[in-house]
């Protein structure tokens, strides 16, 4: 069965430091793998998946992850952090060869501050 | 374009009372989710509709909860009696899914806060 989990359920950086935010996945077959973000009071908004070929995948608002098998991981990064990117951060696998089942990860709040 | 819409945002009711969520997904899109989310944890996938059919029901509590899709359109999610661990938040999302296997992007609503007392 799959799992993810997301290291840290609280991260705090300074406007302009960069962003990590660590997610390790379990699965036995090939995994998609994707980074939503929820901002308060909304919907999870996708930010980036990745499914086959590159490993480092690019996403919106200046987010990109890679993909490393060996490590099992699948961390998200970004070079400066903005007040804007204050939210809650999920990281999701689905199985490859399937319907798009989400299994999510607990999340990471991310604070900004000045 | 108009997103998920979802209602109502908020709701509080007591333990033992009868609770609906309704969803208007994308229109077109012919997949919709129903998630729940716990305080502090990721959504967890509660049924799936390809059209109107219940597609994979598996995580659905269904002594309590029940879930329908009409006409392949809107969704309406319903608990009752509802329980003091059924307060979470309540989302839909829907994908416009070109076959029954493959990635699509699943598009959420603001969901519905349920608070049980």
């Known amino acids: 069965a799959q799992s993810v989990t997301q290291l840290g359920s609280h991260v705090s950086v300074s406007e302009g430091a960069l962003v990590l935010l660590r997610c390790n996945y379990s699965?036995?077959?090939?995994?998609?793998l994707f980074w939503y973000v929820q901002y308060p009071n909304q919907g999870l908004q996708l930010l980036l998946k990745y499914t086959t070929g590159a490993t480092l995948v690019k996403g919106i608002n200046g987010f990109e992850a890679e993909f490393k098998k060996s490590e099992t991981s699948f961390h998200l990064t970004k070079p400066s952090a903005h007040m804007s990117d204050a939210a809650e951060y999920f990281c999701a696998v689905s199985l490859s060869g399937g319907y798009n089942k989400l299994i999510f990860g607990a999340g990471t709040r991310l604070a900004v501050h000045p | 374009e108009a997103g998920v819409v979802q209602s109502p945002r908020y709701k509080i009711i007591e333990k033992k009372q009868p609770v609906a969520f309704w969803c208007n997904p994308i229109s077109g899109h012919n997949t919709l989710y129903w998630y729940r989310q716990n305080l502090g944890q990721g959504p967890e996938l509660l049924i799936r509709y390809e059209n109107e059919e219940a597609v994979d029901d598996s995580q659905l509590p269904k002594d309590r909860f029940s879930a329908e899709r009409l006409k392949g359109v809107d969704s309406t999610l319903k608990i009752q009696p509802a329980e003091l661990g059924d307060s979470a938040v309540y989302l839909c999302a829907s994908s416009l899914d070109l076959f029954s296997v493959g990635v699509y992007e699943q598009y959420f609503g603001p969901g519905t806060r349920l608070t049980v007392t």
């Open positions: 699965s036995s077959v090939p995994p998609y």
